[in-house]
């Protein structure tokens, strides 16, 4: 059969986990194709519509314009199947299409998931997103899974973000902010918490620059940040600020509660329930104020033991958030940027907390790693969720810097 989608080889920047990752088809605990429906684009919505391959006219019935439908992108999708929302296309552990017609006959979501792929200021680069379990496993375990490598790769043009600026900032200082970031969440020299705390107040002062219109001092602000961070100004401030505890418990138990419990995935029901009985629920299934934040506590006393083996795990998850997230510039401002990350780690600390409140052991890091890729895929790719935990945070008053920083300390 005829090429449907074109690709181009083309040199990228990414994480060394990145390079390394490979699908692993039907071994994957929770594949990709159950669980959502699988949006297709209007080329190859055309096509699954006029092939005469058997098995393209056997996904005629399951293969749906969407009502309204305007962009080309977000065209069509294949009605998922089942209790576990099956993509109609899977069969036998692995995608049909793929199998009978060739990978160029792949959606473009299909063909690039779990990549996202972007040009920032004439670079390429590829990041990947950690709903992916295999993902998860190869960018939280490996110490050097953030080295940065240019490496080639093969490229659809339609499946490409272009990125000229952000902000009233022009690429080159997108790229400069961006490189400063994550420069700061690499500083192990500091506590976790304080890096984050610094990302904070940046991103705080680069929202106050570009809404007052004087983008021009962006790299005045970067320069006194990196001096700040080498003479240890700001954080000798930050550690007069004392933690609430109970408040991280509440809160992002909260906009854990939000987002509702129900999935289709077996393996996530699994590991929900886990959670849900470590939560210090009782016999009726309801949890107090009180076990929660007693459940809270007693697990991040045991988190630095359970993640022995791989310290560096919560660093790599917002590092791997920063870069495929285009952090801060994936907001309404800098600020409302670092509000989502600062809630995907609250979350993911608590979750990981409640994990380890056992009584007996810790939890094993295969346990670690679901519940990271649980939080990826139950929430990251649900804009309405982001908005949702934003708006939360704001109307209850905890988006406040000074709030904010008692929520991250510990």
Not at 201 to 230: M, P
Request: hydrophobic share 40%.
């Amino acid at each position: 059969m005829a090429i449907l989608h074109r690709t181009h080889t083309l040199s990228a920047l990414m994480p060394r986990y990145v390079e390394r990752f490979r699908c692993i088809g039907p071994s994957c605990e929770d594949t990709c194709c159950f669980g959502w429906p699988v949006h297709i684009d209007k080329k190859t919505y055309k096509a699954y519509r006029k092939e005469s391959t058997p098995e393209l006219k056997r996904l005629g019935e399951y293969v749906k314009r969407l009502p309204g439908a305007n962009n080309d992108k977000m065209y069509g999708v294949i009605v998922p199947v089942g209790e576990a929302q099956q993509c109609a296309a899977f069969q036998g552990g692995m995608c049909s299409i793929h199998a009978s017609v060739g990978e160029s006959y792949l959606s473009n979501v299909c063909h690039s998931y779990p990549r996202i792929n972007r040009k920032v200021n004439g670079q390429y680069e590829q990041g990947i997103s950690l709903s992916c379990p295999e993902a998860a496993r190869l960018a939280l375990l490996a110490e050097d899974a953030f080295d940065f490598v240019e490496v080639p790769i093969q490229l659809r043009d339609a499946t490409v973000m272009e990125i000229n600026g952000r902000y009233g900032l022009p690429p080159t200082m997108v790229v400069d902010i961006r490189i400063f970031c994550i420069g700061v969440m690499r500083t192990r020299e500091l506590a976790l918490w304080q890096r984050l705390a610094l990302l904070g107040t940046f991103c705080d002062a680069l929202t106050r620059l570009c809404s007052a219109g004087e983008q021009s001092g962006a790299q005045a602000l970067i320069d006194n940040f990196t001096h700040w961070l080498e003479t240890g100004e700001l954080v000798s401030v930050l550690d007069q600020i004392q933690p609430n505890k109970e408040a991280q418990a509440m809160v992002f138990a909260t906009l854990w509660a939000a987002k509702g419990f129900d999935t289709p995935s077996p393996f996530l029901k699994k590991v929900m329930a886990q959670i849900s009985l470590r939560f210090g629920a009782d016999e009726h299934g309801q949890v107090s104020a009180d076990a929660l934040v007693q459940a809270y506590v007693y697990g991040m006393s045991r988190l630095d033991e359970a993640l022995a083996p791989a310290p560096w795990l919560i660093e790599n998850y917002l590092l791997n958030e920063m870069f495929s997230q285009l952090f801060p510039f994936n907001g309404a401002d800098p600020y409302d940027s670092y509000l989502q990350l600062v809630a995907r780690f609250g979350l993911l600390r608590l979750l990981l907390a409640v994990q380890c409140n056992m009584k007996d052991g810790i939890p094993d890091m295969a346990s670690i790693i679901a519940t990271v890729h649980l939080q990826c895929r139950r929430f990251q790719h649900d804009n309405n969720y982001t908005k949702l935990v934003n708006r939360s945070l704001q109307e209850s008053g905890w988006a406040d810097l000074d709030k904010l920083y008692r929520l991250i300390k510990i």
